[in-house]
């Protein structure tokens, strides 16, 4: 099981990373990490899941953006590596490295979830859809300036085939 100090770790590793991103993106930064890593045990926790799966659901919502620091496409992938090198050099157990990378890799919007704990993930990194923050948000992510603006019309943003899981 992956340590609470190696928690705490990983979250100073991820601030660390992701807060360069909070002036250049307005969804994936440290705020929505935070936000991911809350709602995600919030759930966790709701569906029954053991300490060992919260502990590895938190690492992996922690790791989930972190890709966006080298690129903003296939940032998951890059996510996944990062979060392996990183659990690797502390001697986290291989099975479940892999369960954190197959956690990061299903906050891909199309990606299948089957596990509990993909599903989780997911539904959690979309969970800010619909607040009341999100309309600011997106009216200044949808600014021309901004580098990776692109249209919120109803259905581009995301994709029909996108699923709430839980």
Request: aromatic residues 6%.
């Amino acid at each position: 099981m992956i340590s609470e100090s190696i928690i705490i770790e990983v979250k100073q590793y991820t601030k660390e990373l992701l807060i360069s991103l909070d002036r250049k993106y307005l969804f994936h930064n440290w705020h929505h990490t935070q936000e991911v890593v809350k709602v995600s045990t919030e759930l966790g926790m709701q569906c029954g899941l053991s300490e060992k799966d919260l502990s590895l659901l938190k690492v992996a919502a922690y790791f989930h953006d972190t890709g966006h620091v080298e690129s903003y496409t296939n940032h998951e992938e890059l996510s996944a590596k990062i979060a392996a090198a990183f659990l690797e050099i502390r001697d986290v157990a291989v099975d479940e490295i892999e369960i954190v990378k197959s956690l990061i890799l299903s906050t891909k919007l199309t990606s299948p979830c089957v596990t509990t704990m993909q599903k989780i993930l997911h539904d959690a990194d979309l969970s800010h859809i619909g607040t009341l923050d999100m309309e600011r948000r997106a009216k200044a992510y949808t600014k021309p300036k901004h580098p990776h603006s692109r249209s919120l019309i109803p259905g581009t943003y995301v994709k029909p085939n996108s699923q709430i899981h839980l």
